[in-house]
């Protein structure tokens, strides 16, 4: 029997998608029938969402990319925002979130907030990686990548509990922005970030007291 899978791929680089589009169509079950459809932007992706529900063929599966360019109305910066939306409209829409990010507290972050039912890293991308994941969510999900799996991995095995504030602050100095600037991007006031950072060091074991051991440390047991 023909099962129709009804597909909406999210990435603002063509060839790419055009690669994910060939890959599934040349190694979809005989059974299967894809309708994919394409989006380059956080506004078309919206569309096709809101259209699609219109018409009372929500889809099945969501590939969504997370650095996308933000929609105009600046509502949604990214694929994360995307998959939100789309969880609130089409709850049993799987969601395929592809990324380049491999940053620990990014992954968790995703996990967190999306849950998605695949997870690929795409520097671990490859044609037969992008085929089993497609199969595995259909009938089996989720399906995360190998990186993806070593970072939660990674995090369960330590026996450091890191709270999500202390994991932003890891994750910000890590991208070089400096103490002094946390505020703009934590609302908490500088002495509650200094004494966060100072428990942050005792619970690392950081001896020479430098942002950079820290980091260090953090990264080695991959909460960065």
Do not use: W
């Amino acid at each position: 029997m023909q099962e129709t899978i009804r597909i909406l791929m999210t990435d603002d680089h063509p060839m790419i998608i055009e690669g994910y589009q060939n890959t599934l169509l040349a190694t979809k079950k005989e059974t299967q029938d894809l309708k994919i459809d394409i989006a380059n932007s956080c506004d078309e992706s919206i569309r096709f969402m809101n259209q699609a529900l219109a018409l009372g063929n929500p889809y099945d599966i969501l590939f969504m990319d997370i650095s996308l360019p933000p929609s105009s109305d600046g509502k949604y910066t990214s694929g994360e925002d995307l998959a939100k939306y789309a969880r609130s409209i089409m709850p049993k829409a799987k969601i395929v979130i592809l990324t380049m990010f491999n940053e620990a507290y990014r992954v968790h972050n995703i996990v967190k907030t999306i849950d998605p039912e695949g997870f690929l890293i795409k520097s671990d991308l490859t044609s037969r990686e992008l085929a089993s994941a497609f199969q595995a969510v259909i009938s089996n999900p989720p399906f995360y990548s190998g990186t993806v799996n070593s970072i939660i991995r990674k995090s369960i095995s330590n026996d450091i509990v890191v709270d999500e504030i202390n994991r932003k602050i890891l994750y910000l100095l890590s991208q070089g922005i400096k103490t002094k600037s946390l505020t703009d991007h934590i609302s908490l006031s500088m002495s509650a970030i200094e004494k966060r950072k100072k428990y942050l060091k005792e619970l690392f074991i950081i001896t020479d007291g430098s942002d950079e051991t820290l980091l260090e440390e953090a990264r080695k047991k991959g909460f960065v």
